[in-house]
């Protein structure tokens, strides 16, 4: 568990993430969670993303949280461990979603873990997403139920501690404020005020983020904004 290479040979420490990283504010920890390593270990083998775009979900007063007036089921039991615990979902009856539970037992906060940027193990994921060429950025692990599929993670992982095999979070590189781009979440348009909250963090300009993106467009060639 101490280390994997990259492609271009570069040793990759994949030391975990200690469970006091978790328990912290949602909205800290999505942002602390850009740069990191999200690692699968899978017949064997090593599957690696890097980070680069989350979404903090706060709990009993967030509209679009599961956790929303304190709702508990069985569905959504994971989400009220304490921080450094997998909480996995299905949705629109196709896709699995990834979160990091945060913050004390009890609060039901977590963080959304929307998009990766391949590290190790690029051939197994293409071969787990069904892609037959090489993808595009963004096309492996840009998006929830695309990173969940490159990652074969789906309802057994509920639960799971992320500290620890099969499935865990590695320290990576933080990254600097300067290289981070905030905006409101992506598709909580009926949470009232909440979908407004700047809760989705990315790394600036990184091709691997979803749709869509944070950062401004640059104005096209001949439009009135060029300049």
């Known amino acids: 568990m101490s280390s994997t290479r990259s492609p271009d040979g570069t040793v990759v420490p ?22 990191r390593h999200l690692v699968r270990e899978l017949d064997g083998e090593r599957l690696v993303l890097r980070l680069v775009e989350t979404e903090a979900y706060l709990g009993a007063p967030d509209r679009a949280s599961h956790a929303f007036g304190g709702r508990r089921t069985p569905r959504n039991e994971s989400l009220y461990r304490a921080g450094g615990f997998a909480y996995v979902y299905f949705i629109y009856g196709m896709y699995w979603c990834l979160n990091a539970v945060t913050g004390e037992a009890g609060v039901g906060s977590a963080v959304l873990i929307r998009g990766g940027e391949p590290v190790a193990g690029e051939e197994r994921m293409r071969a787990l997403r069904g892609l037959a060429r090489a993808p595009r950025p963004g096309d492996l692990a840009g998006g929830p139920g695309r990173l969940c599929q490159a990652l074969a993670i789906d309802r057994a992982l509920d639960g799971a501690p992320l500290g620890r095999p099969p499935l865990w979070i590695a320290a990576g590189e933080p990254v600097p404020d300067a290289e981070v781009a905030v905006g409101p979440r992506i598709g909580v348009d009926s949470s009232g005020e909440a979908a407004a909250w700047p809760l989705r963090f990315a790394v600036q300009g990184n091709p691997h983020v979803s749709r869509p993106h944070l950062w401004p467009r640059a104005p096209r060639r001949g439009s009135a904004e060029a300049p």
């Open 14 to 35: 994949l030391r975990p993430l200690p469970a006091a990283f978790y328990r912290r504010p949602a909205e800290e920890v999505a942002r602390d969670l850009l740069g």
